[in-house]
């Protein structure tokens, strides 16, 4: 059971270059989450999935998409990468949503 | 206006001693959840505590207590007995509805 798992987990980029981050869980957990996290920010929500199939926007989308097209993997992608998308990106995961929130070991990147 | 409040950036407490993180939120709704994170340097979150709007006793694990006051709307981290390995940046979190609103830390230092 290896919980919540990121790839990758460092990553440096030039500006407009475009990649993905992968999320997987193997708890079964029906929601999804992707946050984002700066210094003195605490982390803030970029987008989650309720659920298969599902995604919604959270409190900063801007610049990022997501998929969902398997329970266990949540997609956030970046098409045009910027340097203020430099940041440190943790993915979450919840049996439902009163529950608490497992979270993987971060991805670091760096848009330069 | 910030759904949660953390208003000390950094503490300090010697080792063995209790220490208090505040946290204050702001919400209308009735039915809510509060969380407590622990985030040490290697940078993953770890969960630590839930307290739900209509639990009637303080949410207890282990060295980690929450000393919720409903009327005051603060939901503060009491850590008993504080050890080295209690250093760390601690997060109150609230879940209004589905995702989670996360306040911005406060760094704690365990002094041997």
């Known amino acids: 059971n290896a919980g919540v798992t990121q790839t990758p987990k460092f990553r440096v980029l030039k500006t407009g270059q475009s990649m993905t981050l992968?999320?997987?869980q193997d708890m079964n957990h029906e929601y999804m989450y992707w946050y984002r996290q700066d210094p003195g920010m605490g982390l803030r929500l970029i987008h989650y999935s309720v659920g298969e199939g599902t995604t919604a926007k959270g409190e900063v989308p801007d610049g990022y998409n997501v998929s969902r097209?398997?329970?266990q993997n949540f997609l956030l992608g970046l098409e045009s990468a910027a340097p203020s998308q430099t940041s440190v990106y943790f993915c979450a995961s919840s049996y439902q949503s009163p529950d608490t929130q497992y979270f993987g070991p971060g991805t670091r990147l760096t848009v330069l | 206006a910030q759904k949660i409040t953390q208003t000390q950036p950094g503490m300090f407490v010697q080792e063995k001693e209790a220490v208090?993180?505040?946290?204050?939120?702001?919400?209308?709704?009735?039915?809510?959840?509060?969380f407590w994170y622990k985030q040490p340097s290697s940078g993953e979150m770890i969960f630590l505590i839930y307290q739900g709007s209509y639990d009637e006793q303080n949410a207890?694990?282990?060295?980690?207590?929450?000393?919720?006051?409903?009327?005051r709307k603060s939901a503060n981290l009491v850590i008993s007995a504080s050890q080295l390995g209690d250093s760390a940046m601690y997060?109150?979190?609230?879940r209004e509805g589905l995702p989670l609103v996360f306040g911005k830390g406060t760094r704690l230092s365990v002094i041997a």
């Open chain 2, 20 to 34: 208090t993180l505040d946290c204050t939120y702001d919400t209308s709704d009735q039915s809510y959840g509060l």
């Open chain 1, 22 to 24: 992968l999320c997987a």
């Open chain 2, 60 to 71: 207890t694990e282990g060295r980690y207590s929450l000393n919720f006051q409903k009327a």
């Open chain 2, 91 to 94: 997060f109150c979190a609230m």
């Open chain 1, 69 to 71: 097209l398997k329970k």
